[in-house]
Every structure is written in structure tokens, then in C-alpha cells.
């Protein structure tokens, strides 16, 4: 039984080894897909503030239009006591002769020029006054089971995988950690794993800021 309060948490695989090959594991935080909709903080706030629902609903109005443009004008936005917003940039992904999408690796930095460069989108850091206020709860901790720990089979996965590629040419992370119902990290190296080896059965092509992978043969 969870405790009342706890911070509930699992245990998740690095994405890569460390320098000595060796697997390494971080803790993550577990919500069990809960969220507070924009709807229920209104009620909430309207509850237990001063703040009516109108001047909620047209305070994050003006703040989603207004953000964006104040960005792309060569600003940050900062909210006292919450943290600043930024415009994330990267590099632009490209396709190869074989029309196979990939994001160029630069050695030189004078070699960036802006025709390499996109906008990712939007960063958040919060100040950390207000990140204080959770690290300084003084909450204990309870470890709990997550999907990431469920095994899945190869049989039925290749059988999804292959029922998506026919019906729409590729399958994606988001298809297989919702068939699978597993997380995200566990997707995308299932995906991963049929895509290395002496004989892969998938490849990958970057579209926009995602992969989707893609059926030898089709």
C-alpha cells in the first residue's frame, strides 16, 4: 500500500553505459499518469485563492500568445518565483542521397552557419527559490513498480510492428509504448535492438524532431 504523501519512485536503466561498459540506473519520479488540467487548477485556484476563472483563462491566454513572441524577438521571459523561459536552438536535420534523414555532427564551430540552425522550441528553468519549495519538503520516499518492468514479447511485438508498417509505412516509440504498455525508454530500445544485429529487421529515418522506423524491403 502507497504511503500517504510519499514521493512515489522507480529505478531506470541509463540510456548508455558509463566509460567502463558497465549498466547504470538513476531513480525518476512516478505519477502514474495523474495530471492537474489547466480546468481543475482553475477550480482550484478559484477555491482557494482570490483568483476567479475568468482572469485564470485569459491570464494563460495572453501568456500563450505573448510568450512565443516576446522568444522570437531575442528575449527570455522571466516570472518572479517561477523561472525563466528560452528559445531552444539546434541544428537543422537534413536527408542524405538515399533520402534517409540525419542531423550533421560539426567539429568545427565555425562551420555552423545559420542555414544549419532551426528553433526546437521552448525551455523552461525554474528558479530556484520555487524548486526549493519541493526539495525542502522533507517528504519521504517509497519505491513502486513501473510498467519498464512488465517483459515483452518478441512474437507479439514483431506481429504489431509489422501490422503498422502495412498500415501506415512506419511504426513509432509512441506506437509500441502504447501497444506494449510500457514506457518510453523500454520502446525505444525494443525499437532500437530489431534495428542493429547481423540481420536487422528495421531502420530508422529522423522526421522533424522524432524518429520513425521503417521496414527493410517496404
Known amino acids: ?33 495523474q495530471q492537474m488540467n489547466d480546468n481543475e ?18 491570464m494563460i491566454e495572453a501568456l500563450v500568445q505573448e510568450i512565443p513572441q516576446q ?19 539546434g541544428v537543422r536535420s537534413r536527408k542524405d542521397a538515399n533520402g534517409h534523414v540525419y542531423v550533421q555532427k560539426f567539429t568545427d564551430p565555425d ?46 511485438l514483431l506481429l504489431y510492428i509489422n501490422q503498422m508498417v502495412s498500415e501506415k ?11 506494449q504498455n510500457t514506457t518510453n525508454y523500454h520502446a525505444r530500445k525494443l525499437l532500437e535492438d530489431l534495428c542493429t544485429g547481423k540481420q536487422p529487421k528495421l531502420y530508422k529515418e529522423m522526421v522533424g524532431h522524432a524518429y520513425i522506423y521503417k521496414r527493410f524491403g517496404d
Open 71 to 89: 522568444l522570437l524577438q531575442n528575449k527570455s521571459v522571466h516570472i518572479r518565483g517561477m523561472g525563466t523561459f528560452f528559445l531552444k536552438i
Open 111 to 156: 562551420a555552423i552557419t545559420a542555414r544549419d540552425v532551426c528553433i526546437e522550441g521552448i525551455g523552461f528553468r525554474a528558479d530556484p527559490t520555487w524548486s526549493r519549495k519541493v526539495s525542502k519538503s522533507g517528504q519521504h520516499f517509497e519505491r513502486v513498480k513501473t510498467r519498464h518492468q512488465m517483459p515483452v514479447q518478441k512474437s507479439k
Open 169 to 179: 509505412g512506419f511504426v513509432t516509440v509512441k506506437d509500441v509504448e502504447c501497444d
Open 41 to 58: 487548477l482553475k477550480e482550484y485556484l478559484e477555491k482557494n485563492t482570490r483568483i476567479n476563472s475568468s482572469q485564470f483563462v485569459g
Open 1 to 33: 500500500m502507497k504511503k500517504v504523501n510519499a514521493i512515489l519512485y522507480d529505478v531506470f536503466p541509463t540510456p548508455n553505459p558509463d566509460e567502463n561498459h558497465e549498466q547504470l540506473y538513476y531513480p525518476r519520479a512516478v505519477t502514474y499518469g
